[in-house]
C-alpha cells in the first residue's frame, strides 16, 4: 500500500475534534471512511469501525478515552492491514499507547504516537500542532496527510513520548485554569470588576495565551465547550497515573483532578473545563 499517493483515510471518532478533522481531510481531496461510536450521520460514515478501515492507507484515531480505544481496537484488530499507517491522536495512558504500538507490529502495520495540542477552533482551521513518538522518517512522510489538520510538529522521541508530553502540558493547562477560575472569584468577591482582573493578568508575567481564552470566558459565564471537563478530568488521573509510576508526589494535580471529578459527577462534565468557575461565580 503505497503513501502519500494513496489518499485513502480512516477517521475513528467523531467528536469536536475528529468531525472537524474529517471534513478538512475530505475537502483537502481524501476519500475518507469514518465511524463513531455514537453515529453522526457524516458523509462517509460507516455503521462499524472494520468497515472504516478496510482500504485505507492511514488510519486516525480521535476517540475519547482509554476504555473507548482499548474496545474499538480490539474489534479492528483482526481487520488491520500490513503497511497501514495507524496515528493514534487521542490522549491515552503511557500504558495503553505501548499496547497500540505493540498491536500494530503484531499486524505488520506502522504506527505513531500522535497526540495534539489544540481544540475545536484549531481544529476547525487546520491548526493543531501535533507531537510525535516514533520514527521520524515516519513522521516526515507523513507531513502531506497531518499538514491538512495541522501547523506543525513537535518531535518528542519514541513512542510514549509524545503521550507524556501531552499530558504534562494538559497538566499545566488544567492547574492554571483551576488557579484563574479561584483568582477571578476571590477578586470579584472582593468587589474587583472582571475587566480590571482580565486585564491586570494581560500585563502581568502570569499572562498566557490560555488565560486570555479563559478568563475572558469565566467572566461572561460562558462555558462552551473547547476541550471538556470530562476530558481534562480524565486526562489529569492519567497524569497522576504517569507521576506515581515514577515516584513523584503531585499535589496540585491532585488537588484538581479531585475537583474536576466532582464537578463532572454533579453534571458540569460536558462543558468546558473552564467550569470550574462555574461554582464559584454562581454563589456570588
Known amino acids: 500500500m503505497s503513501f502519500p499517493t494513496e489518499k485513502r483515510a480512516a477517521v475513528i471518532g467523531l467528536g469536536i475534534i475528529g468531525s472537524r478533522a474529517c471534513a478538512r481531510l475530505v475537502d483537502a481531496g481524501w476519500q475518507v471512511s469514518c ?26 484515531i480521535y476517540l475519547k478515552d482509554v476504555p473507548a480505544v482499548r474496545q474499538t481496537i480490539g474489534r479492528i484488530e483482526a481487520f488491520l492491514e500490513p503497511g497501514q ?50 520514527d521520524i522518517g515516519l513522521a516526515k512522510e507523513l507531513e502531506p496527510y497531518l499538514s491538512v489538520t495541522g501547523r506543525g510538529q ?17 497538566l499545566i493547562s488544567a492547574c492554571t485554569v483551576q488557579a484563574l477560575a479561584e483568582s477571578l ?5 472582593h468587589g474587583v470588576s472582571a475587566d480590571c482582573l482580565i486585564q491586570a493578568v494581560s500585563e502581568n508575567a502570569c499572562t498566557s ?11 461572561a459565564g460562558n462555558y462552551e465547550t473547547h476541550f471538556s471537563l470530562s476530558n ?44 470550574v468557575a462555574k461554582p464559584y461565580l454562581e454563589k456570588a
Open 35 to 60: 465511524w463513531n461510536r455514537t453515529p453522526k450521520h457524516l458523509a462517509g460514515e460507516t455503521d462499524t469501525p472494520e468497515a472504516a478501515i478496510r482500504g485505507a492507507a492511514v488510519i486516525s
Open 85 to 134: 499507517i495507524v496515528l493514534n491522536h487521542a490522549t491515552l495512558d503511557l500504558e495503553t499507547t505501548h499496547w497500540l504500538e505493540e498491536i500494530c507490529l503484531a499486524r505488520g502495520c506502522r504506527f505513531l504516537d500522535t497526540p495534539f495540542t489544540g481544540s475545536k477552533l484549531a481544529s476547525a482551521n487546520g491548526q493543531l500542532l501535533y507531537y510525535i513518538g516514533g
Open 154 to 170: 513537535l518531535h518528542c522521541g519514541e513512542v510514549g513520548a509524545a503521550t507524556v508530553v501531552k499530558l504534562a502540558t494538559n
Open 185 to 189: 472569584a476571590i477578586a470579584t468577591r
Open 209 to 219: 495565551v490560555l488565560s486570555g481564552m479563559k478568563l475572558p470566558m469565566m467572566a
Open 232 to 275: 481534562m478530568g480524565k486526562d489529569s488521573r492519567y497524569m497522576l497515573a504517569l507521576a506515581e509510576s515514577v515516584g513523584l508526589e503531585t499535589p496540585a494535580i491532585a488537588a484538581v483532578s479531585k475537583r474536576m471529578t466532582e464537578l463532572s459527577e454533579e453534571g458540569l462534565g460536558d462543558l468546558d473545563f473552564s467550569a
